[in-house]
């Protein structure tokens, strides 16, 4: 990779560091005491529009009845894989992309308990997957929120922490070979004794990401997190050096229905873990043209923080049957990965290993992933300079494998 062009990467994050930490008076005032929330909260009432790295533009009206925010992220990133191929015809990929371009809209209407979320990605152009996030939800209590639109299955940790937030460039290749990820629906969710039981219920279209069927099925999706220390928020690496012990376990058990499709894997539009990548797509001739597949996945994962060390592990089950022929396929993932800051929320390095197999019958399609990460941290997840180097190996037939190099460089800034 051209050093030239990490070192102008690594100048425009410096330089953006220099702005993203810029505070107003009011909140430098507050801060050392020289003034109460009261006098900060009647300062910010003559200016309608305030800013905070991470969280964009507000805009707030005078009744404080509706407020808006905008704001957005963008990953541009470096890729080189080295293929191992086993005919040697393989070229290696030297890929400059941005990765993601997001912009998102959000606040309340009419009271504060009703909030809404839009949310575009600007990478994905034209396509049907240029709508990520948009949805409504009404908070009755901390014990009870309505949630309805589109928005993220509740099923897998690292899946439901959003991109900005990762450890590792991308998510574990088990986590994308399982996820649901995007659907219409609609969730209930709530939490007791201050986070220390977290639960999310919800009933979707599942056609995945901005699809929808007409048929007589759903997808549902559960997940129950328990926090016994204190809650633990959906974020990678503990940024916060967190001075006491944070433990979270959680479950998850997502189920739907789906036709093999002719001219697609499954149906028109596939959800992730439906698709050639994933473990249920890739089995997809387990099953006839046309039959009706039954797919149940479970999942289970924990989280631990404490003074700048952060470990995170799920494990990843799938069972799928056919109605007609009776055909069936059972699948298992894991990957477990652990950082620590070398600096203080500065300097991170990070390990992980990852574990997919798409169908335990066979015994020459298991993919697994081990990496190495460092980040370096100019503002938290707002601005930071990322990479990865992984060895990606691969089973493609009983008595031959492949290992395959990559490196991965990504910048990021979110405002």
Excluded at 112 to 126: C, F, I, P, W
Excluded at 167 to 191: E, H, I, L, T
Excluded at 233 to 249: F, N, R, V, W
Excluded at 283 to 306: M, N, R
Aim: glycine fraction near 10%.
């Amino acid at each position: 990779m051209n050093k030239g062009i990490v070192a102008g990467i690594a100048l425009l994050a410096l330089l953006a560091a220099g702005t993203a930490g810029a505070r107003s008076l009011e909140d430098i005032l507050k801060d050392k005491g020289v003034i109460t929330e009261a006098d900060l909260k009647e300062a910010k009432q003559d200016k309608p529009v305030d800013y905070k790295p991470g969280k964009g533009f507000t805009f707030t009206s005078p009744d404080e009845k509706f407020q808006l925010a905008v704001g957005g992220r963008v990953q541009p990133r470096y890729t080189f894989t080295d293929y191992d191929a086993v005919s040697g015809t393989v070229q290696d990929v030297s890929e400059w992309r941005v990765r993601r371009a997001k912009l998102y809209f959000g606040g309340y209407v009419y009271s504060k308990d009703l909030t809404y979320r839009v949310q575009a990605a600007l990478e994905n152009g034209s396509s049907a997957k240029l709508l990520d996030d948009a949805y409504l939800n009404y908070r009755f209590s901390d014990a009870l929120q309505l949630q309805a639109g589109q928005f993220k299955i509740p099923f897998t940790r690292q899946e439901l922490i959003s991109d900005a937030m990762l450890q590792f460039v991308d998510r574990s290749n088990a986590v994308d070979s399982f996820k649901p990820s995007y659907d219409f629906g609609a969730m209930v969710s709530g939490k007791f004794g201050k986070g220390l039981l977290v639960y999310n219920a919800g009933i979707f279209g599942g056609a995945g990401q901005s699809a929808a069927r007409a048929t007589n099925t759903n997808a549902l999706a559960a997940r129950l997190v328990v926090n016994p220390l204190g809650e633990i928020g959906y974020s990678e690496a503990d940024l916060g050096q967190t001075a006491k012990p944070l433990l979270s376990m959680g479950g998850s058990y997502f189920r739907n229905s789906l036709k093999r499709s002719a001219t697609a894997v499954f149906e028109s539009v596939t959800p992730s873990y439906a698709a050639t990548t994933g473990w249920l797509g890739k089995g997809a001739t387990t099953f006839s043209t046309t039959e009706v597949v039954d797919i149940d996945q479970y999942g289970g994962d924990v989280a631990f923080l404490w003074k700048g060390f952060s470990f995170q592990a799920e494990y990843l089950e799938g069972r799928a049957e056919g109605k007609t022929t009776g055909g069936t396929l059972r699948a298992l993932g894991m990957y477990a990965q652990a950082g620590f800051f070398l600096i203080p929320k500065r300097l991170e390095a990070a390990v992980r290993y990852s574990y997919v197999d798409p169908n335990l019958i066979r015994t020459d399609d298991i993919q697994t992933e081990a990496q190495g990460a460092v980040s370096w941290y100019f503002y938290g997840h707002n601005l930071k300079l990322q990479a990865d180097y992984s060895n990606i190996h691969k089973q493609v037939s009983v008595n031959t494998s492949t290992d395959d190099k990559q490196v991965r460089v990504q910048a990021q800034v979110v405002f």
